[in-house]
């Protein structure tokens, strides 16, 4: 098996701020990819700066959007959120924005894609797959703190759908107790999702125990793992032989580094 270095990574839900995530957007032409894990195919086809942006005038009122990228005749105007109770005002601020830019600045591009960036939000995900699949697409980021205290950023796309994959060669090389799991993958974000079971559609909010596995094939990886309750009301306070809990854990793997056989590793739903 494969010399490498796993190190628990420390998750806040108070560390990080929607300006660290506004700032790494303004420079999304010379964003840190080192840094960026997951971000979603066609976000990352993107290759030049935003727009210019500036307030609007409009009926009694002025608004600014976060993010503008014109892509042929595509126009995606992102409302980013991070923080602990406003990522649901997204939808309204990106549909608003959405439908300004259609009706008052048509001549920029002739279609108009509302995005949402924030947090894991169950009132997001819920709303957009009910109603809104194919009108607005659904962005969520978690930021860690790296090992030298630099942010990560690890994106997904909750309503991108998976399919059923064998258990790819180097995340075998990787641990051999992945093999233990089904593996789900999604090609959006080129991201595994590891199961006890065989899951053919992809849930829009996870209901039982899984891991996440972002990056791999030679370079570093995010790992997570955890319990999801289901429905229960409030927090889950459900917790796995092995420690692990609604909250999850965060690693990071690098290859290549010798390995140290002291180091916290990923239980790979040992003993749930």
Request: glycine share 8%.
């Amino acid at each position: 098996m494969t010399q490498t270095t796993w190190r628990e990574l420390k998750f806040d839900p108070a560390y990080g701020k929607e300006a660290d995530l506004q700032a790494i957007f303004n420079v999304w032409h010379e964003r840190p990819r080192a840094r960026l894990f997951g971000v979603p195919d066609w976000l990352d086809l993107i290759d030049h700066a935003p727009l210019s942006r500036g307030p609007r005038p409009s009926f009694g009122y002025e608004f600014t959007t976060d993010v503008e990228f014109v892509v042929g005749s595509l126009r995606y105007v992102l409302e980013l959120k991070y923080g602990a109770k406003f990522e649901p005002l997204a939808l309204a601020e990106v549909l608003h924005h959405a439908a300004w830019l259609r009706r008052y600045e048509a001549e920029a591009a002739s279609h108009v894609v509302p995005v949402i960036v924030s947090q894991y939000s169950s009132w997001l995900r819920l709303a957009v797959d009910e109603y809104l699949r194919g009108v607005v697409r659904l962005v969520e980021v978690c930021m860690l703190e790296g090992v030298r205290g630099e942010p990560l950023f690890v994106f997904d796309a909750p309503l991108a759908p998976w399919s059923v994959k064998a258990t790819p060669s180097w995340l075998t090389d990787l641990t051999e107790e992945s093999a233990k799991l089904h593996w789900h993958y999604v090609a959006e974000t080129r991201s595994w999702f590891g199961l006890q079971r065989e899951r053919t559609v992809r849930p829009h909010i996870m209901d039982e125990p899984y891991v996440w596995v972002v990056g791999g094939g030679g370079k570093p990886v995010v790992v997570w793992e955890g319990l999801a309750g289901g429905r229960v009301g409030r927090r889950s306070p459900l917790r796995s032989e092995s420690g692990l809990n609604a909250d999850g854990r965060y690693f990071l793997h690098t290859p290549g580094q010798p390995g140290d056989p002291r180091a916290v590793t990923p239980t790979w739903l040992r003993g749930v």
